[in-house]
Structures are given as structure tokens and as C-alpha cells.
């Protein structure tokens, strides 16, 4: 059984940066990032694969969220920089064993964490 555990998020100015951390996942499942704002559907925003480590996000936040991992520590970090309202949501954590294809596909994912409130103000 997988638990996850997120924490780091908060209230940041729009610029500014924030970095999520998963924790509990393990090294053997890919590992993926949802975001849902409020009255919206959930959406992906990153995932780490578990073989190879290969990262890929959504067009939103490419070039400014990296996502990495530290498999030793068990962990998976989401580093948020240039932050704008539009990035306001609870985020997700999200651990699965799917293949590549199905990596963006929240339904895909077996063990989630219970979320952590990100909130940008402009």
C-alpha cells in the first residue's frame, strides 16, 4: 500500500516561487502532479516516470515547474517558479504504474494524496 503525503504549498505573490514535495512514493511507480481550482476539472500539470526518471508537463507550466525525484529520500518535488493566478488550485500528488501513453491520464493513476492548497494572489 502507497500513502502520499503533500505539503509546501501556500500563499505566494504572483512572480514568486513555491516547491511541493510528495512524500511516500516510492521508486517504482511513475509519479504525476494534478492540479484542480476551484469549480474546474482536475488537470495534469507533471509526472516522473519510475524507469528512467523522464519528466513531462503540461503546456502550461512547461518552462517554469520542474519536477524531480530523490528515490533515496522517497520523495517527489514540484519546484513552481514565476507563479501567476492562474496556477491557484489544490495539487495532487499521484502515484501509478500506467505506460507513457497514459501518463496525463488522472483516472490512470492507483494511489493519490489528499492535496495541498497552492493560492497566488495578483
Known amino acids: 500500500q502507497v500513502q502520499l503525503v503533500e505539503s509546501g504549498g501556500g500563499l505566494v505573490q504572483a512572480g514568486g516561487s513555491l516547491r511541493l514535495s510528495c512524500a511516500g512514493s516510492?521508486?517504482?511507480?511513475?509519479v504525476g502532479w494534478f492540479r484542480q481550482a476551484l469549480g474546474k476539472e482536475r488537470e495534469f500539470v507533471a509526472v516522473i516516470r519510475r524507469y528512467g526518471g523522464g519528466t513531462y508537463y503540461s503546456d502550461s507550466v512547461k518552462g517554469r515547474f520542474i519536477i524531480s525525484r530523490d528515490n533515496a529520500k522517497n520523495m517527489v518535488y514540484l519546484q513552481m517558479n514565476s507563479l501567476n493566478a492562474e496556477d491557484t488550485a489544490v495539487y495532487y500528488c499521484a502515484a501509478g504504474t500506467q505506460v507513457l501513453s497514459a501518463v496525463r491520464s488522472s483516472e490512470m493513476y492507483t494511489y493519490w494524496g489528499q492535496g495541498t492548497q497552492v493560492t497566488v494572489s495578483s
Open positions: 516510492g521508486r517504482t511507480y511513475n
